[in-house]
């Protein structure tokens, strides 16, 4: 999602090129299929499968995203989607609960935790970010989705941690601790202050969110899966065309400006700890 303009063949090649670990993959950018093609060009790449999005990726309606309006219709995508993403066989396919009745939305996550079960597939339930941007979940914290999976009980479920979405946290190394081992992804990026929106991220270590601690604690919890750069940079898809969006930066450029700088964060993280 990082490099937004660019097709999934070409994200692959310039992520490959790059000397990056693994690709997100997001079924947006696959089209209508079939994705033989693309499946092959992923192998082909050496890259590895980091937490996949779907193209609805709620139980409930989300603002300024497309989609049913319907949670029947929303879920029955996912499912959909959750057999087009096993063949990509990611580490994990993200699910957010989307904002309003939380009792409809622990129905359609037990939906699709059952088929994830039935595919070898783990759903990263992903908490929002709470202070200053639209309503997008029910849930705000790591403690609030281990609150779920624990409710719903099942083995597929478990939790993305996103640092945009988290850092600012109260208790949040602590909850790190606590619940490391429901934490199925890792999306890493960073607070503009002020921000702008909720597609105004950064790259890792160009913001306040503390990055470098952040990543000292999920390694001390054991956390050794992809930590996947994540950044929304609106140049007007969602509305807001910001001057400075990283949305119009080239897409290899981007891409070694992340790597470089989620490296160097990685580096400072026992000092920053």
């Known amino acids: 999602m990082s490099t937004l303009a660019a097709g999934f063949a070409d994200d692959v090649r310039t992520y490959a090129a790059a000397g990056l670990d693994g690709i997100g993959v997001w079924e947006l950018k696959l089209g209508d299929g079939p994705d033989d093609d693309a499946i092959a060009l992923l192998r082909e790449s050496g890259l590895g499968s ?17 989609g049913p309006a319907d949670p029947h219709d929303r879920i029955d995508a996912i499912l959909r ?41 783990r759903i990263a339930l992903e908490p929002f970010q709470a202070e200053g941007t639209e309503s997008w979940s029910t849930l705000n914290t ?29 208790e949040l190394f602590e909850e790190i601790e606590q619940h490391a081992p429901l934490i199925a992804g890792v999306h890493v990026n960073d607070w503009r202050e002020p921000t702008r929106g909720w597609a105004d991220r950064v790259l890792p270590g160009d913001g306040v969110a503390g990055v470098p601690a952040i990543l000292g604690a999920l390694d001390r919890a054991g956390w050794d899966g992809f930590y996947d750069i994540e950044v929304f940079s609106d140049n007007g898809t969602f509305g807001v065309a910001y001057p400075d969006s990283l949305w119009d930066v ?5 891409v070694d400006r992340g790597r470089r700088q989620l490296l160097e964060c990685w580096e400072e993280r026992r000092v920053a700890a």
């Open 50 to 66: 980091a937490t996949a999005v779907p193209a609805v990726p709620s139980i409930l309606p989300l603002p300024l995203l497309a």
């Open 250 to 254: 080239d897409a290899a450029t981007l």
């Open 142 to 170: 790591l403690e609030d989705a281990a609150a779920v999976v624990e409710e719903i009980g099942s083995p597929a479920l478990g939790i993305q941690f996103d640092v945009w979405h988290l850092w600012n946290t109260p």
């Open 81 to 121: 989607s959750l057999h087009r993403l096993a063949a990509f066989q990611p580490a994990a396919v993200l699910c957010f609960t989307g904002p309003g009745d939380r009792a409809t939305a622990l129905r359609g996550l037990r939906q699709v935790a059952a088929e994830a079960e039935k595919l070898d597939l």
